[in-house]
């Protein structure tokens, strides 16, 4: 399952801010990938990838531990929640007797 987190923010976020954001969710989600999106001025987009969708209440105990984030973001949202579609069946093959 993917989930995409929509952060806005009041000014620019460092690198090891950003960094302690992104560890943070994966300690709280075993298995889980976390990685930064496309981000622009005021925007920064954080993709997880998870066996199960990730509930914003992680992203805001994750920044709740990091005050010094707070302070530069004006407000976070999950932006989308994809899931993977199941691959196809293949057709059977059929056994030479």
């Known amino acids: 399952m993917k989930t995409v987190l929509a952060i806005e923010t009041t000014r620019p976020i460092g690198v090891r801010d950003l960094n302690g954001f992104i560890s943070g969710i994966a300690e709280r989600v075993p298995g889980c990938f976390v990685s930064q999106g496309p981000s622009s001025r005021g925007k920064i987009t954080v993709t997880i990838l998870a066996p199960q969708a990730v509930p914003l209440e992680v992203a805001e105990t994750v920044l709740d531990t990091l005050p010094e984030l707070c302070d530069a973001i004006s407000g ?22």
């Open 76 to 97: 976070i949202s999950l932006q989308e929640n994809v899931r993977r579609m199941p691959p196809r069946p293949r057709p059977a093959v059929p056994v030479p007797a």
